[in-house]
């Protein structure tokens, strides 16, 4: 299969980009999809909740009133998860939220995320001129993301670091590319460059 290359200030190239079908052309599968994502978002969360048990709430230490003849209900300690500023019964407490799926899935979940984005032509493929001055190559970005959020593929630091720090691009390397900044961007403007070798890393090629 073969794509567009497009120049970065958006105009058509006489060249073509011969894409890889076991990457680009996958059906959808969107149990793989969310079952990866489900654990990527998984991974991001940090156990830091965190609640104090009877034994640790500071106090207590005395039995309230006698066990008997009060007419009250017996109670052993001020600090019961039954009173006021008490412990907590069932305490959140360094909980490990770390899942683990296997790499196949992983690629294979990368490569389904980038069908669909080719099938929705929301991928740009484009030849860089890194020539230019950072401000040059940071406005014909700017013009070809039309405003929405866009995600920049290419492994050339001055095309990353030329639109590094704005509002609604990200960029990344292809290297790193991952089903979650995959789908979290409504399109993807990519070196050329980059093709060869994330077919090569989603193939597990050397």
């Known amino acids: 299969m073969q ?51 009877r034994a640790q709430v500071a106090g207590g230490g005395r039995k309230p009133w006698r066990q008997k003849g009060t007419g009250r209900a017996r109670a052993g300690s001020i600090r ?3 009173w006021v500023k008490g412990g907590v019964t069932f305490v959140p407490s360094d909980r490990n939220w770390k899942k683990k799926v296997n790499e196949k899935m992983k690629k294979k979940a990368t490569a389904t995320a980038l069908s669909s984005k080719l099938r929705e032509e929301k991928i740009k ?21 039309e405003g929405v959020k866009t995600l920049v593929v290419s492994e050339d630091e001055k095309v990353l670091k030329s639109v590094r720090n704005i509002k609604k691009l990200k960029t990344t390397n292809p290297k790193i590319l991952n089903i979650f900044n995959t789908l979290d961007n409504k399109q993807i403007i990519m070196d050329a460059d980059s093709v060869e070798i994330i077919e090569k890393r989603l193939k597990n090629e050397k």
């Open 3 to 53: 794509s567009k290359i497009i120049s970065q200030k958006g105009k058509a190239t006489e060249k073509k980009l011969t894409l890889d079908k076991e990457v680009w052309g996958l059906p959808e599968n969107i149990d793989l999809v969310t079952q990866v994502l489900y654990v990527y978002n998984s991974n991001k969360r940090r156990g830091t909740a965190h609640a104090k048990t």
């Open 80 to 82: 019961s998860p039954l």
């Open 125 to 145: 493929f484009v030849k860089f001129n890194t020539k230019d001055e950072l401000k040059a190559l940071r406005e014909d970005i700017v013009k070809l993301s």
